[in-house]
């Protein structure tokens, strides 16, 4: 990895989702939250693509979306943010309409469909336990 560090652009990532590689949608990115199950992990940008595949299957991007939206809601408790009945609400749709339209999922076909509804489900599940968090406080 060290060889591909430092363009100031960043890079684009290559990702193989349903046994099909994605060339609009993203997935397994996060820009709003640092966290990742390691000890210690130094973010910087790439100066090259990425070949990215992340999940096995959609089991595994579902254990992946349960751990990540511990962290992410137990890092936004610890900030102080409060999940509100909007952010349940609305923020889902939203997510679905920024990756597959805004980003072009859609253009990826079935497996940006799927990989759009679970960044959706990621989005309603960390506020959901954020909501959890917070009303147990």
């Known amino acids: 990895i060290n060889l591909l560090l430092a363009y100031p652009e ?3 990532a290559h990702c ?3 046994s099909q590689e994605l060339v609009f ?4 990115c996060s820009t709003t ?8 992990v130094e973010v910087r940008k ?10 096995r299957d959609i089991a595994h991007h579902l254990q992946t979306i349960d751990r990540y939206t511990t962290l992410a809601s137990r890092q936004m408790a610890e900030r102080g943010r409060r999940a509100r009945l909007l952010d349940l609400v609305w923020r889902p749709p939203l997510a679905v309409l920024r990756n597959y339209v805004v980003r072009g999922g859609f253009r990826d076909a079935g497996p940006g469909l799927v990989v759009s ?8 599940l960390k506020f959901a336990k954020l909501w959890e968090i ?3 406080r």
Do not use: E
């Not at 509804?117 to 309603?124: A, D, I, R, T």
């Open 134 to 136: 917070t009303r147990t």
């Open 25 to 28: 949608g993203v997935v397994g």
């Open 46 to 55: 790439l100066r090259s693509d990425l070949q990215h595949f992340p999940y």
């Open 117 to 124: 509804l679970l960044n959706s489900y990621y989005v309603c």
């Open 10 to 12: 960043g890079c684009r």
């Open 16 to 18: 193989a989702y349903c």
């Open 33 to 40: 939250h640092v966290f990742h199950d390691r000890d210690s």
